[in-house]
């Protein structure tokens, strides 16, 4: 079946043939087998981990963003007018650093908070277009106000939670280098508060943006992190455990995942609710998160269907959309890999949709799952199909 789409597997042959590379050579840098690296690139074998995937990107000399065709062509209004937006919001994010004073047009404050408050709400669905239409303006207007003595304190913090936003979305739609910039800005925004519960999330932040491009260093950076924030925040230090154990996991070191998710467990349990609200669009923390990591680690570590023993725990109700949204997908993932979960693995995928349609139509895994299922014939019913379409894909035959 062709389904119009250009899978990860093709992209390392059109590299590894560009660079002059042997498939031999090719598998060594990678630590992957000839005969696995050669189903990858006959779209035999989907590559369904981040492990994989970075370790092709490392042996080909190129960032993960290359292998995954990102940022992803214009198949919806929704993508073609946010490749445009990131634009802008680049122009801003290096244009400025706080103190400087960029010619905006200046609302009453009320009004900036209002937007501010409204970007939480975007954020919470994974609205991306709506995201990047609206931060480049937003954050021009924390800056004028972070200048001004009046309002600059309360300026700071939602302008780190923009620039956070900021890098979360170039992640997602796959901008190198905006990332880390966005995290140099929240660095320098963090200094002026002069304030160690904020010095310790842009610590966070940093090492949860630099993701794919470097997991020892993400981990190094995860870790130092979590050893600074202040304990009267748990939630700090156990989101840096996450993202230690994502990083530990994204490596194959099962066993250091398992630690830090143990540790973000004893985070979660110090606080009073199942998700903490603090601090305001960023972090989400609490039981309920832990458990959906543990579900997203399950499936990097290759548990498959097993992750459903995880999920049961895992009460996605009492947390963000988007949020319930990653759970669905991941614990969808791994119902896909057996058959007799196969059909429950795709309504979850469908669930995930209906929380948060962007996230789920730019994730790189749901993409790869679900070209696999078609182009290997396991299933193709109508829902899929449709669904297929809604991610740009075109099955056809």
């Given at each position: 079946m062709d389904t119009g789409y250009v899978r990860i597997g093709r992209r390392v042959r059109e590299v590894r043939t560009w660079r002059g590379m042997s498939v031999t050579a090719t598998a060594g840098l990678a630590g992957v087998s000839v005969s696995y690296l050669s189903m990858i690139e006959r779209g035999e074998r989907a590559v369904t981990k981040r492990s994989v995937l970075e370790s092709l990107a490392r042996a080909l000399r190129v960032h993960p963003a290359e292998l995954i065709g990102r940022p992803y062509d214009p198949f919806d209004e929704i993508f073609a007018g946010s490749r445009d937006a990131v634009v802008t919001l680049s122009d801003v994010l290096s244009g400025w650093w706080i103190g400087e004073v960029p010619d905006a047009p200046v609302r009453p404050w009320a009004e900036v908070l209002d937007d501010v408050r409204t970007l939480t709400a975007l954020r919470a669905v994974s609205d991306f277009a709506a995201q990047v239409d609206l931060l480049p303006g937003l954050i021009r207007e924390l800056l004028v106000a972070a200048a001004d003595p009046r309002t600059e304190r309360e300026a700071l913090v939602p302008l780190i939670s923009a620039y956070f936003g900021a890098g979360n979305i170039a992640t997602r739609l796959g901008f190198p280098g905006l990332p880390a910039l966005a995290a140099d800005r929240i660095r320098r925004v963090a200094e002026r508060l002069d304030d160690p519960v904020w010095?310790?999330?842009?610590?966070?932040?940093?090492?949860?943006?630099?993701?794919?491009?470097?997991?020892?260093?993400?981990?190094?950076?995860?870790?130092?992190?979590?050893?600074?924030?202040?304990?009267?925040?748990?939630?700090?230090?156990?989101?840096?455990?996450?993202?230690?154990?994502?990083?530990?996991?994204?490596?194959?070191?099962?066993?250091?995942?398992?630690?830090?998710?143990?540790?973000?467990?004893?985070?979660?349990?110090?606080?009073?609710?199942?998700?903490?609200?603090?601090?305001?669009?960023?972090?989400?923390?609490?039981?309920?998160?832990?458990?959906?990591?543990?579900?997203?680690?399950?499936?990097?570590?290759?548990?498959?269907?097993?992750?459903?023993?995880?999920?049961?725990?895992?009460?996605?109700?009492?947390?963000?959309?988007?949020?319930?949204?990653?759970?669905?997908?991941?614990?969808?993932?791994?119902?896909?890999?057996?058959?007799?979960?196969?059909?429950?693995?795709?309504?979850a995928l469908l669930r995930a949709e209906e929380l948060a349609p962007q996230q789920v139509r730019c994730n790189v895994w749901v993409r790869e799952a679900v070209v696999d299922l078609l182009t290997s014939g396991r299933t193709a019913g109508g829902d899929l199909r449709r669904f297929a379409l809604r991610l740009g894909i075109a099955p056809n035959g």
């Open positions: 010095t310790a999330v842009a610590a966070w932040g940093r090492a949860k943006l630099l993701s794919d491009t470097s997991r020892s260093r993400q981990y190094e950076l995860a870790v130092a992190a979590a050893e600074q924030a202040p304990l009267e925040r748990p939630e700090t230090r156990g989101m840096c455990h996450l993202t230690a154990a994502l990083a530990s996991a994204a490596q194959g070191d099962a066993d250091l995942a398992q630690t830090h998710l143990g540790e973000a467990e004893a985070m979660a349990d110090q606080l009073s609710v199942m998700t903490s609200l603090w601090p305001a669009g960023l972090m989400n923390f609490g039981r309920t998160n832990v458990g959906i990591w543990r579900v997203c680690i399950g499936v990097e570590l290759g548990w498959g269907a097993q992750v459903a023993e995880v999920a049961e725990q895992v009460r996605p109700e009492t947390i963000t959309p988007s949020r319930q949204a990653a759970f669905w997908m991941d614990y969808g993932r791994g119902l896909l890999t057996e058959r007799r979960t196969r059909d429950e693995g795709v309504r």
